[in-house]
């Protein structure tokens, strides 16, 4: 979805129109394929990095468009769908000899060329699938990236669906995500390396099966995105966020099997490419298009090569999870290619390689020796493995030819890494390349730690001794510090609360500080119960919300006390929190600054704030005891300096 110029199609004619010319580019494709007209030779590899910007307190910064203009002489940087991301187009290699090695200095080159600019904005690149530090109100639609094609995709998603009722994400790990989000932008939590292998038309059916067989396996592998909101889910949460962030799928009071947009396959693939996309234009309508398209019919008539720019718009908005391509070379011949979408980013640029030269070899070996993969295994089965994968990572166990069932990292050490090893070798890439990347991989079977399992293991250990979002800050600086290094993951140590020091405190905003793990009461409860549950809990207030969850006042241990006495001295009967609770308090948003949070406890004398959103639903709670516990924090950071 290249195209710059695409937009919604705001009549039935417009509609049409699209319509015809993606008919007209399906038969051009079949055409070509037909009459042999794609490139065979050499066999290219390709590779796109997406990034997430953080500022100086790792959280999101929406920077990316400024950022864009000042090195816009690098074509090989563009947009994201959010204004914190940016992604860089990696040129294609020959895949034999150093082909690998170039894709890793080019990245790395390249990184360093944006991490240059981005330094005059103290701000920094992070790989990962998913920012730890990332929070909802990240992904309000003002943070979409200025381009038109961006809005029209977000709109035509929304049109194809209710919109009203919002986006429901639920998903269930170590611990339970349950939000509901205005806009699709919860895609833009995902960032992934995306890896291109180059196909000769008459081997595409062979290598796209195995591609899909393989996707499990290097998902478990490769996963590094087990947080979203502060939430331990699954180790590759991407995988689930992607599906149901786009999903124009409606609940139904039928149960007609409808497919959702990003999906890894329901069957084999049969025939050959133009069957995918035979499927993906009878099953998904058509979201956005672009005017004034050429006719792909008549440049075929004139022999000349047409870029199939309805067919590529239309591919754009099927989320395969191995995504068919089609493309022109520099030498003016059309190509196919199987791009594996499923690697997330991170969590060094040595870990991507690693992952993209185990899934490239991988591919090579079980072709060579198996080929035909159909009649070893179901597809059910196939797709089992991926869904098992994004959920427990490298913790699981896949099925396998001959209906085996084996670990992961059986299959990984005994089966996968030596076919991979193999592929490689037989694409006469650099053995030091291959050696070293496969030992990445191996290493991280070996000791059993993959990003998630590194993500988790940190993050559960900091959360133990601190709230969870000053965890997730220490959890990202470590990312980065780490990352500037490019050692592998699995040579990592976890983090400590004490290798991170908070500077600038005051320019810390209240999400960093809160406890969301908050106790509530109704306006109903006797007092008896609320002065047992503060007991309990060791805490001083507590808000009060009505059956519709919103808050509607807050109560105190001071007012508790003195119920107690009213009751002792002057004989009251029984009270309840609507009698003492004080009905206004304050209430705050998430991303009021710590300094006028702290102003608003001295001049109201409040030990505690409510922290909501506009609709009064409870967030999480301020009190004195986590301001005091980050004004240590600053200090022993200033000690340290001193």
Same mark, same amino acid.
């Given at each position: 979805?290249?195209?710059?110029?695409?937009?919604?199609?705001?009549?039935?004619?417009?509609?049409?129109?699209?319509?015809?010319?993606?008919?007209?580019?399906?038969?051009?494709?079949?055409?070509?394929?037909?009459?042999?007209?794609?490139?065979?030779?050499?066999?290219?590899?390709?590779?796109?990095?997406?990034?997430?910007?953080?500022?100086?307190?790792?959280?999101?910064?929406?920077?990316?468009?400024?950022?864009?203009?000042?090195?816009?002489?690098?074509?090989?940087?563009?947009?994201?769908?959010?204004?914190?991301?940016?992604?860089?187009?990696?040129?294609?290699?020959?895949?034999?000899?150093?082909?690998?090695?170039?894709?890793?200095?080019?990245?790395?080159?390249?990184?360093?060329?944006?991490?240059?600019?981005?330094?005059?904005?103290?701000?920094?690149?992070?790989?990962?699938?998913?920012?730890?530090?990332?929070?909802?109100?990240?992904?309000?639609?003002?943070?979409?990236?200025?381009?038109?094609?961006?809005?029209?995709?977000?709109?035509?998603?929304?049109?194809?669906?209710?919109?009203?009722?919002?986006?429901?994400?639920?998903?269930?790990?170590?611990?339970?995500?349950?939000?509901?989000?205005? +806009?699709?932008?919860?895609?833009?939590?995902?960032?992934?390396?995306?890896?291109?292998?180059?196909?000769?038309?008459?081997?595409?059916?062979?290598?796209?099966?195995?591609?899909?067989?393989?996707?499990?396996?290097?998902?478990?592998?490769?996963?590094?995105?087990?947080?979203?909101?502060?939430?331990?889910?699954?180790?590759?949460?991407?995988?689930?966020?992607?599906?149901?962030?786009?999903?124009?799928?409606?609940?139904?009071?039928?149960?007609?099997?409808?497919?959702?947009?990003?999906?890894?396959?329901?069957?084999?693939?049969?025939?050959?490419?133009?069957?995918?996309?035979?499927?993906?234009?009878?099953?998904?309508?058509?979201?956005?298009?672009?005017?004034?398209?050429?006719?792909?019919?008549?440049?075929?008539?004139?022999?000349?090569?047409?870029?199939?720019?309805?067919?590529?718009?239309?591919?754009?908005?099927?989320?395969?999870?191995?995504?068919?391509?089609?493309?022109?070379?520099?030498?003016?011949?059309?190509?196919?290619?199987?791009?594996?979408?499923?690697?997330?980013?991170?969590?060094?640029?040595?870990?991507?390689?690693?992952?993209?030269?185990?899934?490239?070899?991988?591919?090579?070996?079980?072709?060579?020796?198996?080929?035909?993969?159909?009649?070893?295994?179901?597809?059910?089965?196939?797709?089992?493995?991926?869904?098992?994968?994004?959920?427990?990572?490298?913790?699981?166990?896949?099925?396998?030819?001959?209906?085996?069932?084996?670990?992961?990292?059986?299959?990984?050490?005994?089966?996968?890494?030596?076919?991979?090893?193999?592929?490689?070798?037989?694409?006469?890439?650099? +053995?030091?390349?291959?050696?070293?990347?496969?030992?990445?991989?191996?290493?991280?079977?070996?000791?059993?730690?993959?990003?998630?399992?590194?993500?988790?293991?940190?993050?559960?250990?900091?959360?133990?001794?601190?709230?969870?979002?000053?965890?997730?800050?220490?959890?990202?600086?470590?990312?980065?510090?780490?990352?500037?290094?490019?050692?592998?993951?699995?040579?990592?140590?976890?983090?400590?609360?004490?290798?991170?020091?908070?500077?600038?405190?005051?320019?810390?905003?209240?999400?960093?500080?809160?406890?969301?793990?908050?106790?509530?009461?109704?306006?109903?409860?006797?007092?008896?119960?609320?002065?047992?549950?503060?007991?309990?809990?060791?805490?001083?207030?507590?808000?009060?919300?009505?059956?519709?969850?919103?808050?509607?006042?807050?109560?105190?241990?001071?007012?508790?006390?003195?119920?107690?006495?009213?009751?002792?001295?002057?004989?009251?009967?029984?009270?309840?929190?609507?009698?003492?609770?004080?009905?206004?308090?304050?209430?705050?948003?998430?991303?009021?600054?710590?300094?006028?949070?702290?102003?608003?406890?001295?001049?109201?004398? +409040?030990?505690?704030?409510?922290?909501?959103?506009?609709?009064?639903?409870?967030?999480?709670?301020?009190?004195?005891?986590?301001?005091?516990?980050?004004?240590?924090?600053?200090?022993?950071?200033?000690?340290?300096?001193?």
């Amino acid at each position: 979805m290249g195209n710059q110029q695409v937009s919604r199609l705001n009549s039935k004619k417009e509609n049409q129109n699209f319509i015809i010319a993606l008919l007209k580019d399906l038969h051009s494709l079949k055409y070509m394929l037909e009459n042999d007209w794609f490139e065979k030779d050499p066999i290219r590899i390709g590779a796109e990095q997406e990034m997430v910007l953080v500022d100086s307190y790792y959280k999101p910064n929406p920077i990316a468009p400024q950022i864009l203009k000042r090195l816009k002489k690098y074509k090989w940087l563009t947009s994201e769908l959010s204004k914190f991301n940016l992604e860089i187009n990696l040129s294609p290699q020959v895949f034999k000899g150093a082909a690998l090695q170039k894709v890793e200095k080019e990245v790395q080159d390249y990184l360093d060329i944006v991490q240059k600019e981005l330094d005059k904005e103290d701000t920094h690149i992070i790989l990962t699938g998913i920012l730890p530090t990332l929070r909802k109100y990240d992904l309000d639609m003002k943070n979409v990236f200025p381009k038109r094609r961006y809005r029209s995709l977000l709109s035509a998603i929304n049109a194809q669906r209710d919109a009203n009722h919002g986006y429901d994400l639920r998903l269930r790990g170590i611990d339970e995500l349950v939000v509901r989000h205005d +806009s699709p932008l919860l895609e833009a939590c995902n960032t992934s390396f995306q890896v291109h292998l180059q196909v000769r038309p008459e081997e595409y059916r062979t290598y796209y099966n195995i591609a899909q067989l393989l996707t499990g396996p290097i998902l478990a592998v490769s996963a590094n995105s087990p947080l979203l909101f502060g939430r331990r889910l699954w180790h590759e949460t991407r995988i689930a966020l992607f599906q149901q962030s786009i999903d124009t799928r409606t609940v139904r009071e039928h149960m007609r099997e409808l497919s959702p947009r990003v999906i890894l396959g329901n069957r084999w693939m049969n025939k050959g490419v133009v069957e995918l996309f035979q499927e993906d234009i009878a099953r998904f309508r058509v979201l956005i298009g672009a005017k004034n398209i050429e006719d792909s019919i008549e440049k075929i008539q004139n022999g000349e090569v047409p870029k199939l720019s309805a067919l590529q718009i239309h591919n754009g908005t099927v989320y395969r999870w191995n995504r068919p391509c089609y493309g022109i070379s520099e030498n003016g011949k059309p190509h196919l290619r199987v791009e594996n979408r499923v690697l997330p980013a991170g969590p060094t640029v040595a870990d991507e390689m690693a992952n993209t030269a185990f899934w490239l070899g991988a591919m090579v070996g079980m072709k060579d020796q198996y080929g035909d993969v159909r009649d070893k295994i179901e597809f059910v089965d196939v797709r089992d493995n991926f869904a098992k994968a994004a959920r427990y990572g490298i913790d699981n166990t896949f099925n396998w030819f001959g209906d085996q069932k084996i670990s992961s990292t059986d299959l990984l050490k005994e089966i996968l890494i030596p076919l991979a090893r193999e592929g490689l070798e037989k694409r006469k890439i650099d +053995s030091k390349d291959t050696d070293r990347y496969l030992d990445i991989i191996s290493s991280r079977v070996e000791k059993h730690m993959t990003g998630a399992r590194w993500q988790l293991k940190s993050y559960t250990q900091l959360k133990s001794g601190t709230e969870k979002e000053l965890a997730q800050t220490i959890l990202t600086s470590a990312i980065r510090q780490n990352q500037a290094t490019n050692q592998p993951v699995h040579t990592w140590s976890l983090p400590k609360l004490n290798d991170f020091k908070l500077n600038n405190m005051i320019a810390y905003t209240v999400s960093e500080a809160m406890i969301t793990d908050v106790f509530t009461v109704r306006q109903e409860d006797v007092i008896e119960m609320v002065a047992e549950m503060m007991i309990w809990k060791h805490i001083k207030q507590v808000p009060v919300e009505n059956a519709k969850g919103r808050i509607v006042g807050m109560v105190s241990y001071k007012q508790i006390i003195e119920a107690f006495l009213r009751q002792k001295h002057e004989g009251e009967g029984t009270i309840t929190v609507r009698q003492i609770m004080e009905k206004k308090p304050i209430i705050i948003g998430e991303e009021t600054p710590i300094r006028k949070a702290i102003e608003l406890m001295i001049t109201n004398r +409040s030990e505690a704030l409510i922290v909501a959103n506009e609709d009064k639903e409870l967030l999480g709670i301020l009190s004195d005891l986590e301001i005091m516990g980050m004004i240590n924090r600053y200090l022993q950071g200033t000690e340290d300096e001193a």
